[in-house]
Every structure is written in C-alpha cells, then in structure tokens.
C-alpha cells in the first residue's frame, strides 16, 4: 500500500512540475521556456498554432511589406525599408518593423564593431542590428528586441521546444518546423504594440503585459531580409516567406526587391540591367515574385532600361522604382513620392482607405496625394535644409573603431539632427584615441582644430590613455565636451587624477589589482555576470533623477528622464563625494533599488562653458523630425537630450563660430526638444535667457 500511494505522490509532483514548467512566466511577450529566445506557445489574444496567428493577421487586414536585396550587400535595403515605412506613415498609417539576420548569432551583442558596425540598444535592452536604428528614426517608434531575428534566435527557440517535448516526438526538420516558427514570429511582431517615445521597462516579468495606453497595434509591418538573395543560410527565411504570403493571401503581403544598376563605360556611359535580371531570375527561383522593383545607381534609370528590366523581369514598368543617388538620404521618401510608389502600394496592398476596383498602376498616379499630408511636408522642409545649411561646425569623434565608418552611426546621426535643425553643416573628424597617446602629435592638432570633442562608448583598454588625454584638452582648453558611457567613466577617471590626487585612478575594467576605495574609479557593477558575454550587462531604457539646479534639468526641463543604457562597468560610489568636493558635480543618478548609480556629470559653468558626460546613450532616441517641443518665455523650444546638442552648440562656445564666419548674426546656444538634440541661431539676449 505504501510503496502504491509513493508512486501515486511521485507521479503527482511529476506532473505539477512539467505544468509548472510550461506556465513558467515568461521575459518579455515571446519568451521561450528554460531561457530561450522568442515567443511564447501560448499567445496572448489566445492564438495558439500557426493557423490561429493566419487567421487573426487576414481578418485584421494587417499588411506586410518584405523587403530583399540581391547583386550584392550593403545595397540601401534598411533605408529602402525605412522610407517606405514614411509613405505609409503619411498615409496616416500605423508602422512597425523587423529585421532578418541569417547569422547564427542569437543577438549584435556579442559582435565586433569592425565587423558589424555599431550594437543599437532598445528600450527592453534589445542588442540589434543598426538598421534598427534607422528603422526608429524614420518611422519615430520604439521597437523591441522581438524586432530582430537571426538564425541563432529562431533554432534557439525550436531546440528549446524540442527539449521540452513540444514537437511530439516528431523527427524536427527545418521545413516545417523551423519555418513555421520564423511564420510565427513574423506574424506575431506585426501585430505586437508600439510606442513612440521610451518606456520603463517592467521589473518583474509578466507574460501577460497591460497594454499601455501610448501602445497601439501596427496596421504595417516592414520586414526586411538580410544578407542578399541566394545566400545558403538565408535559405530557410526566404521558404517561410514565401509559404507565408501562401497562407496570409496575395493582397496582405507584397516584396520589394532593391537591385544594382551598374554603370560602365567612359566616356560614353551605360546603364546595365544585366545584374539585375539574374538577381530578380534567382527570387523567382526560391519561389518569390517581386512586386516592386527598387533600383540603385548613380543617376535615375533611363526610360530605355526600364522598358528592359520590365520585359526581363515581369514587373510592371511603373513599378520599377529609380532610386538613385541623392543629396540627403531624407529625400529618398520623397523620391519614391515622385514616382508614385504610394500609390502603387495602396493599391497592390488593397488598403481601404484607398481602394481602387479594376485599375491597374497606370491609374493611380494620385491615390495617395501624400504631398498634402503633414509628414510629407515636415519631411521635405527636413530634406531641404540639409542641403542649404548657413555655417559649418567641426565635431571631434574620439574612438576606437574610426576605420568602420558604422561604429559610430547613431551618434553622428544625432549630431546631423542637431545640425539639420540649425542649417549647419556637421563635418566630424574622426580620430584614432590610440594615435593620441604619447603628445598625441599630428592627431592632437587635427583635435585643437574642432568646435566640439566627443568621447563615445567602447570596450577594450586599446587607445583608452588616448581618450584620457582629448579628455584633459578639453577641460584646459575649455573646449565643449560629450563624453558617453565608457567617455563619461573616463572623464571621471581623467578629474581624479588631475584633482583628487590619484594618480594611479583606473577602471577595473582595464587593469587588475586596483586598491578598493583607493584607485579603484570605476568598479564592475555588483549584478554583473563575467562568464556569460551575451545579453549580460546593464541593458535598455532605465530612469535617471536630474538633480534641482543642474543645467540637465534645467535642460530637460523635468526631474526624471529615461535614456537607453548599454555598460559592465560604473562609477566607484565610494568616489563620488571627494570628487564632488573638488567640483565634478555627479547630477543624475538611476532610480534601481540602490539609488547609487552615477548616470550624469558636469563641471560648474563659471569652470567651463559645457563639459559634461552621460553613462546612458542618448544618441539612440535622437530622431530627425517631432521633436516634440517645449516652449520657453523667449518662445524658442528647449532640447530633452542636451548632451549631444553640446556638441553642435558649444562649437567652440560661439568665439570661434563667430570667427569663422564674420556674417553670422547670432551666436550658437543650446536648446532642448524632446526625442532629439537641437541647437538654433539666437540673439546674445536670448542666449542669456536660454542658458544660464
């Protein structure tokens, strides 16, 4: 009887521990049980499989728009994707996005800047790729990490189920069930709530999320897919793709395909459509269509060659979309405006708001009429003045990654946002931190020569004693200085040598055997993990507190701000009295359980004009247009993210800007917008009254 009733409670806890595990909640709104990456089995509108996601996608009416690449990388998709997502914005339409990477890497995080170009971070601590960035900044939305998806992330998710016994005891084989898991996901970032402006993210996990009210579901999503058609490991994004337009219909999902028109000749010149053919014979192959042809080249495509690629490729005439080299990449929306592709999407989307019975794309030449729409105007207002700026300013970019121009993409970007709202050209001067080591010779005169110094963020003890050094110029000099994240520890470290006393100050992040409380200026954060590399530091959107007095809130114009983090590291708490007895102000600080975490410094302004650092990334919520102004009593708007606004302000604390151009009326003074970094022409007056 014992050994019965022990075998009857042993089942019994077997049992409420294999439903435990399946009702474990879940990090984030896909989560995979036991750690994995991606969506949860159990949805949260109660769609369960395939079919119910299907189903739910074709009677909401939401649209997809896949956007590929063929001939070769690097081609514009992520912009292409990105002003695409403008026209239906200006269609009133709400748009969301995703990006494919066929590489096994679960997330960017772990990748080489050389490699891979800058990590850009959101608001969940999502770790992706940078064309996320891009995405964020055209279509003014906050993303999340679920908008990223790589082969690693997907066979992550199939592996876990398969070990938890999802399948069956099925054989597990990339066609059906790796693709119907990349179907899923697709399906399920089209429908998953956006926001436009930064969120705290929840502490305590919750499968079942409140929908906020700012939240709203995406009637567009833009998927664009890595790499170039054709490459072996893009093969299994490129079948579910194509069974996914199968299952959701002909008029819910359409493919934008960005091809090469080469060139050749001299000096006679042709336009060769060669490329493009075998690009577009290939899609057709794998088993897509494309419905839009996108066509890169340095001038637009004759009408000869269009005639040609449409015989060749079966794509309407019309459809072929000349995207050619422009000034400004804010004028690709418009350019795409020009040649109707609105219009066209509209109806090959059968958009109700738009819809057009028994016409064809000749007809539709003013479906949309996008021109009257406030984003479009805002957007060529945005074009127009980059291309007739009124002064120039030079940014000194202090790093370690100068040789691959994308390192850095989200900071310059903020930068030209500063200085498209002030018709300034933004020229940065990108400069080795390493070459600035040891007197710093010809990289140090090439430094002294910019209006405003930036130290970035970066890993690795490589050129660091270089950064140190631009550091100490720009606080003797009184050049307006940004530094951000591992800038702004150094910036730390650079005042505790120079003021504190300690010589020997360092991060234990470079060097080992520091003295606690001594020399140790910035110390390893306590929740960190030094095993695991991947998804481990202090990531996302977190709340810092602006101190009463400071030129932060005085420039935010509010106590609590969120900006978006990415850092191992941290300011010794232990330090920061003496160094703010001796006059580095420590003004924000985060709002964990702690309360210690040093996240915004400054120097006083009767020390320097604008010395100030920031251990969060603002660059990565600066967005080109909505701003979102405040309005002060002089009737100019202020900045919420000031620091990279220094930048383009301080450029050399207006002496030198009036220098360079003895015509300026006005001087550079710093104010804020919400979501960007803004500097405006005003009066001396006003500046007194802007920045105290």
Same mark, same amino acid.
């Given at each position: ?16 521990? =294999?439903?435990?595990?399946?009702? /474990? *909640? ?5 989560? %995979? ?12 509108? &109660? ?11 074709? =009677?909401? $009416? ?7 690449? &063929? ?20 269609? &009133? ?8 990477? *066929? ?40 993303? /999340?990490k679920n908008s990223n998806l790589s082969t690693g992330k997907i066979y992550q998710q199939v592996i876990e189920k398969e070990r938890i016994g999802h399948y069956l005891g099925k054989t597990v084989q990339v066609v059906p069930h790796v693709s119907d898991a990349i179907q899923e996901w697709v399906l399920r970032v089209a429908r998953e709530p956006i926001t436009h402006f930064s969120t705290k993210v929840? @502490? ?8 906020? !009210? ?9 998927? #664009? ?6 490459? +072996? ?14 299952? %959701?219909?002909? !008029? ?32 057709? @192959?794998?088993?897509?269509? *494309? ?10 495509? #004759? ?28 004028? %690709? ?16 989307l059968r958009l109700p708001k738009y819809r057009r019975h028994g016409i064809n794309y000749d007809s539709v030449p003013n479906l949309c009429n996008l021109r009257d729409s406030k984003i479009f105007r805002e957007w060529t207002e945005l074009a127009n003045s980059v291309d007739t700026p009124e002064n120039e300013c030079r940014v000194a970019m202090v790093g370690k990654y100068c040789d691959q121009g ?9 930068? /030209?946002?500063?200085? +498209? ?6 020229? %940065? ?7 600035? #080591?040891?007197?710093?010779?010809? =990289? ?32 003797? !000099?009184?050049? *307006? ?23 020997? =100050? ?12 001594? $020399? ?112 002060? !009593? ?59």
């Amino acid at each position: 009887m014992y050994c019965r009733t022990a075998w009857t409670i042993a089942l019994y806890l077997c049992i409420k521990c =294999a439903c435990a595990i399946r009702e /474990t *909640p879940t990090q984030g709104v896909f989560h %995979v049980p036991r750690g994995g990456e991606g969506h949860s089995n159990n949805d949260k509108d &109660g769609a369960t499989s395939l079919d119910e996601l299907v189903e739910e996608h074709v =009677a909401s $009416n939401r649209k997809l728009v896949v956007v590929t690449g &063929g001939v070769l990388s690097g081609i514009g998709k992520g912009v292409t994707a990105s002003s695409i997502g403008v026209l239906f914005r200006a269609m &009133g339409l709400r748009v969301t996005a995703l990006k494919i990477d *066929p590489y096994l890497n679960v997330d960017a995080g772990t990748m080489s800047p050389f490699e891979h170009g800058e990590v850009f971070v959101l608001d969940d601590g999502g770790e992706t790729d940078l064309d996320l960035g891009n995405y964020e900044r055209f279509l003014s939305v906050c993303l /999340t990490k679920n908008s990223n998806l790589s082969t690693g992330k997907i066979y992550q998710q199939v592996i876990e189920k398969e070990r938890i016994g999802h399948y069956l005891g099925k054989t597990v084989q990339v066609v059906p069930h790796v693709s119907d898991a990349i179907q899923e996901w697709v399906l399920r970032v089209a429908r998953e709530p956006i926001t436009h402006f930064s969120t705290k993210v929840p @502490q305590s996990d919750n499968k079942h999320k409140a929908k906020s !009210k700012n939240e709203q579901e995406p009637e567009v999503c833009i998927v #664009e897919l890595g790499g170039t058609l054709g490459d +072996i490991e893009s093969m299994p994004f490129v079948e579910a793709l194509r069974q996914l337009q199968e299952r %959701v219909g002909y !008029k819910n999902m359409c493919f934008v395909h960005v091809s090469l028109v080469p060139v050749l000749g001299s000096p006679v010149t042709e336009q060769k459509t060669k490329p493009t053919q075998h690009s577009v014979k290939m899609m057709m @192959q794998l088993g897509l269509r *494309p419905d839009f042809l996108c066509c890169r080249g340095k001038e637009m495509l #004759e009408e000869g060659v269009r005639k040609k690629l449409s015989l060749f490729t079966s794509v309407p005439e019309k459809a072929i979309i000349s995207l050619h080299d422009v000034s400004n990449i804010y004028r %690709v929306p418009l350019m795409m405006v020009e040649q109707n592709l609105c219009g066209m999407l509209a109806q090959r989307l059968r958009l109700p708001k738009y819809r057009r019975h028994g016409i064809n794309y000749d007809s539709v030449p003013n479906l949309c009429n996008l021109r009257d729409s406030k984003i479009f105007r805002e957007w060529t207002e945005l074009a127009n003045s980059v291309d007739t700026p009124e002064n120039e300013c030079r940014v000194a970019m202090v790093g370690k990654y100068c040789d691959q121009g994308d390192a850095y993409l989200s900071v310059v970007k903020a930068l /030209t946002h500063a200085a +498209i709202a002030t018709r300034q050209k933004l020229n %940065v001067e990108y400069i080795e931190s390493s070459d600035l #080591e040891d007197g710093g010779g010809e =990289a140090m005169d090439r430094l002294m020569q910019c209006d405003g110094i930036v130290v970035p963020g970066g890993f690795g003890s490589r050129g660091f004693e270089g950064k140190i050094n631009a550091i100490r110029r720009a606080r003797e !000099k009184k050049i *307006p200085f940004l530094g951000i994240c591992l800038g702004m520890q150094a910036a730390v470290i650079e005042y505790a040598r120079s003021f504190a006393d300690i010589p020997t =100050a360092h991060s234990a992040e470079f060097q080992d055997g520091l003295v606690e409380g001594e $020399n140790d200026v910035v110390i390893f954060m306590p929740e960190g993990d030094r095993e695991r590399m991947g998804g481990t530091m202090r990531l996302g959107a977190r709340e810092t507190v602006l101190r009463k007095g400071s030129l932060a809130r005085k420039l935010y114009g509010s106590e609590r701000i969120m900006e978006r983090h990415r850092h191992r590291y941290e300011v010794n708490p232990t330090v920061v009295s003496k160094l703010e007895a001796l006059g580095l102000h420590f003004v924000g600080k985060n709002t964990d359980a702690s309360g210690e975490r040093m996240e915004v410094i400054e120097l006083d302004k009767d020390v320097h004009p604008y010395f100030t650092g920031a251990q969060f990334h603002p660059e990565f919520t600066s967005r080109p247009e909505k701003p979102n102004p405040m309005v002060s !009593k002089a009737h100019f708007p202020y900045i919420s993210a000031w620091w990279l606004v220094s930048l383009t302000k301080l450029f050399s604390i207006v002496s030198r800007s009036v220098a360079r151009n003895q015509e300026a009326k006005g001087v550079l003074s710093l104010v804020v917008v919400n979501c960007g970094w803004y500097l405006v022409l005003v009066s001396p007056h006003v500046c007194q009254q802007v920045v105290p």
